[in-house]
């Protein structure tokens, strides 16, 4: 797959770079995840030989905000991260609702429950902070919020045998360990060991995996009850209702938009069926939107609560729940954090063009390091550990590559602190379409994996199966991990993938065998 241009970011790198018979800018045309060549901005006077003509080309400095993310550098515009980041804001901040309510839902050792607006100002704060710092300081386009899945890991199987400040204790010290690895190069390690073909089976599996995710949480698929088959067309078998009218409208604008090359495709997409969904909730009575009603609010100002931040224990639940039941919580938060951030970012830097050839993404220390510290940061505001968003697709599929799209995404979180009902007014049906958009972008990567090989493409097969039939990253990139190394073995190539992806297969199978060795141990 062509991957973003990446330009020197110094002149003498520059002027290596540029055609010798040429003084210009070199741009193609592009939309969405399309890649897009732009000649740095650097000031530079050059005088070149071409056919006996003198040419003189002076291009204008680069402002202070440009040189700080290197936005031309990497082929982008301001105009393009701000729409980035608004992609991204409005595709994810459905979590502001959601977090809150799975959460909520939860109930402790001692029948206790979280405060649903404590939780609300949590979410949106914690979002809102670390989104930020990870552009600041890994300048890379990835939001960062609740994780969901450790969410209803915390809320439905830590929680009950402790007290809440004990199962945040618990969501702190995973964090603290997923520092811990970021800070010694290990996790940077790992990352950096796992093969080309499966990275981007990642990404493909990732594409597929958010893809179903639109589909499924605007209810174009849903689950059957007591029926024969896993999932079907809509609610009955076949598309009805108006809320599947807003999701399809969405989907085929912003794919007619893409296909016309139109500049915030997705951004636009969403717009438009977020005023068709407000227009039709009021001429037309629709029984169910979901999480988020498409209506102007009766009040666009609410209060935070900041009630809950600071409300953990860090020994509490090896008191409560015994030593080995809370290891093994910690270890599976670890675990299903450490790989589903690793395979976000992998996903999302890899579409926006930011790997190196060898599959290496610079500056991953910061990026991992502040993926830890999200994780302290989820558990010490009680919101369940933070991580890497993968709706960021979104943003990178309307061009984002720095982190100044970042810092929207994270101001528009601050706005939700305050105007969360205001925040809302987008149906899951309008945002949705842009996942499976992006979901298709990201699957155009399958073609550079060499499927000749079996040996790397069953591993791959695999890794980008499960994600989405499992709705896990996690166990798609675990059950590849495992495949790749006993299928390395069985060619009597068992160094190949070196001791450390042995390693992590190992811990991947004790892993998925978690349940009877924990029901082994107690």
Not at 161 to 173: E, F, K
């Amino acid at each position: 797959m062509d991957v973003l241009a990446r330009e020197p970011q110094d002149q003498q790198d520059h002027e290596r770079h540029r055609p010798q018979c040429r003084a210009g800018r070199h741009d193609e045309d592009v939309i969405g995840f399309q890649r897009r060549r732009v000649g740095t901005a650097f000031r530079h006077t050059t005088t070149l030989a071409c056919g006996g003509m003198t040419t003189a080309e002076t291009a204008p400095a680069p402002s202070a905000l440009d040189r700080f993310f290197s936005i031309s550098a990497r082929g982008s515009s301001v105009q393009r991260e701000l729409r980035g980041g608004l992609a991204t804001f409005f595709t994810m901040a459905y979590i502001v609702v959601l977090n809150p309510i799975i959460l909520g839902s939860g109930v402790d050792k001692y029948g206790h429950k979280l405060s649903l607006v404590q939780l609300t100002t949590s979410t949106a704060l914690v979002a809102a902070v670390m989104t930020a710092i990870m552009g600041l300081v890994g300048n890379i386009p990835l939001a960062i919020a609740t994780g969901l899945g450790l969410n209803s890991l915390v809320a439905f199987t830590i929680a009950p045998t402790m007290s809440w400040p004990d199962a945040m204790g618990l969501v702190v010290i995973e964090g603290l360990g997923i520092v811990v690895l970021a800070a010694t190069g290990l996790r940077e390690t790992i990352l950096n060991a796992i093969p080309m073909p499966l990275k981007q089976a990642i990404s493909v599996g990732i594409g597929l995996f958010i893809a179903f995710i639109g589909l499924v949480d605007s209810g174009f698929v849903t689950t059957p009850k007591g029926a024969a088959v896993p999932v079907q067309l809509g609610a009955t078998g076949r598309l009805n209702g108006w809320p599947v009218v807003v999701f399809a409208f969405g989907l085929l604008l912003i794919l007619v938009l893409l296909i016309r090359k139109v500049r915030g495709a997705i951004l636009l997409g969403i717009i438009g069926a977020t005023v068709l969904a407000v227009v039709i909730n009021e001429v037309a009575t629709v029984k169910n939107w979901g999480l988020t009603t498409p209506k102007l609010p009766s009040k666009v100002v609410g209060s935070p609560d900041f009630g809950l931040l600071g409300h953990f224990s860090i020994g509490g639940g090896f008191v409560h729940a015994s030593v080995i039941t809370a290891v093994i919580f910690v270890f599976t938060l670890i675990l299903s954090d450490f790989f589903d951030a690793m395979g976000t970012i992998i996903g999302i830097s890899n579409e926006a063009g930011l790997l190196t050839e060898e599959g290496k993404l610079p500056g991953i220390g910061r990026v991992l390091m502040v993926d830890g510290v999200a994780a302290v940061a989820g558990g010490a505001a009680s919101t369940s550990s933070n991580t890497c968003f993968i709706e960021s697709a979104s943003g990178v599929g309307e061009g984002a590559r720095t982190g100044l799209a970042n810092l929207v995404t994270a101001a528009l979180f601050v706005v939700a602190l305050f105007l969360t009902p205001l925040t809302t007014i987008v149906p899951s049906q309008a945002a949705t379409p842009a996942l499976v958009v992006v979901g298709f972008l990201l699957l155009t990567q399958v073609k550079d994996i060499p499927w000749d090989d079996w040996v790397i493409a069953i591993p791959a097969f695999l890794t980008i199966v499960l994600m989405p039939f499992t709705y896990s990253i996690t166990n798609g990139i675990g059950a590849g991990f495992i495949s790749y190394v006993v299928l390395k073995a069985a060619s009597g190539r068992h160094r190949d993938p070196g001791v450390l992806l042995w390693i992590i297969a190992v811990l991947f199978a004790v892993y998925f065998a978690i349940d009877p060795i924990q029901r082994a141990l107690t």
